[in-house]
């Protein structure tokens, strides 16, 4: 170990912003238009999804957060996540995947695969102790 290693574990992840892509959100602009110009946006799949389940078509919420939370797997890793480490909700740009991975936690609870939902719900209380409650998954 080096006097560099943090002894507390993996420095927090922290996504780049996407000013353009989160002032369409922002303004509530369809997200099915902003996935058209920004399919990379986590944040605008979780709102698909958060907006399926709502409908009452959990099939469809689980395709949408599926999309949303492998898109951002893939920008966390860009950031220099190891597949672990903290996540913190408190910062915009995490949230579009953290809603992705509530939402597919919710729908795969609704579609009856257990051994997902919890295995999603165990990573976003990983990624940031505070992100079940602020996304209603306590």
Same mark, same amino acid.
């Given at each position: 170990? /080096?006097?560099?290693?943090?002894?507390?574990?993996?420095?927090?992840?922290?996504?780049? *912003?996407?000013?353009?892509?989160?002032?369409? #959100?922002?303004?509530?602009?369809?997200? +099915? $238009?902003?996935?058209?110009?920004?399919?990379?946006? #986590?944040?605008?799949?979780?709102?698909?999804?958060?907006? +399926?389940?709502? /409908?009452?078509?959990?099939?469809?919420?689980?395709?949408?957060?599926?999309?949303?939370?492998?898109?951002?797997?893939?920008?966390?890793?860009?950031?220099?996540? $190891?597949?672990?480490?903290?996540?913190?909700? /408190?910062?915009?740009?995490?949230?579009?995947?953290?809603?992705?991975?509530?939402?597919?936690?919710?729908?795969? *609870?609704?579609?009856?695969?257990?051994?997902?939902?919890?295995?999603?719900? $165990?990573?976003?209380? *990983? #990624? *940031?102790?505070?992100?079940?409650?602020?996304?209603?998954?306590?």
């Amino acid at each position: 170990m /080096s006097l560099n290693d943090n002894l507390l574990g993996p420095d927090p992840t922290l996504l780049p *912003d996407r000013p353009e892509a989160q002032a369409a #959100s922002d303004a509530g602009t369809d997200p +099915a $238009k902003i996935v058209r110009a920004y399919p990379d946006f #986590s944040e605008a799949w979780a709102l698909l999804a958060e907006r +399926a389940l709502q /409908s009452g078509d959990p099939v469809a919420g689980y395709a949408y957060a599926r999309t949303g939370y492998h898109r951002g797997l893939d920008q966390l890793r860009r950031a220099g996540w $190891k597949g672990f480490g903290p996540v913190p909700w /408190s910062h915009r740009p995490n949230q579009g995947f953290l809603r992705a991975l509530a939402a597919l936690a919710r729908a795969a *609870d609704e579609i009856g695969e257990t051994d997902e939902h919890e295995r999603c719900r $165990k990573f976003l209380a *990983d #990624s *940031d102790p505070a992100a079940p409650a602020a996304l209603g998954l306590v």
